[in-house]
């Protein structure tokens, strides 16, 4: 049965990602990839910035950890693995391969252009792909983290582990 609660706490949390993701964008501080704050006086965007920013990757996890833990309860470990690779892996690689590697063009322009210039462009590529990450991570860590949920579940069989 559905847990509308994980649900609905879920899609909340995103819209608060997001959120946070705009106002870091701008940011005060001037760090790398913002824009800045508005004008020269306070800035109050910054502070609902720091509010949301030690919170809300931990709820995501644990949403996902929830989330993974009610799914594997009702299919078998073959099943939810090509579920998870299926809904995870497969479309943040594609996006990795189709759009994020202009994430990476844009973050190499700021590296050492010697070293850069001395790369073939199938390797320049390749290299854009593996640095232009960017918000992927998060679906891939899910990925990753389901194959060790799968093997904490295989070698906790008599489920000690769960009950407690």
Not at 24 to 33: E, I, S, T
Not at 85 to 108: D, E, R
């Amino acid at each position: 049965m559905r847990k509308h609660w994980i649900d609905n706490l879920r899609w909340v949390t995103v819209l608060l990602v997001l959120l946070y993701h705009v106002i870091y964008f701008y940011n005060n501080k001037g760090v790398f990839g913002g824009v800045g704050g508005f004008g020269d006086g306070p800035q109050y965007q910054d502070v609902l910035m720091y509010i949301l920013y030690p919170w809300f990757m931990p709820l995501l996890f644990i949403l996902a950890g929830i989330s993974a833990k009610y799914a594997l309860d009702r299919h078998s470990g073959k099943e939810w693995f090509k579920s998870r690779t299926l809904k995870l892996l497969v479309p943040s690689t594609i996006g990795l391969f189709v759009f994020q590697w202009m994430t990476g063009y844009f973050n190499t322009l700021v590296a050492r252009q010697d070293v850069l210039a001395s790369l073939k462009q199938p390797a320049l590529y390749f290299l854009w792909v593996i640095s232009g990450t960017g918000p992927l991570w998060f679906i891939q860590d899910l990925w990753l983290f389901s194959l060790i949920l799968l093997l904490v579940r295989k070698l906790d069989a008599k489920g000690k582990f769960s009950a407690w």
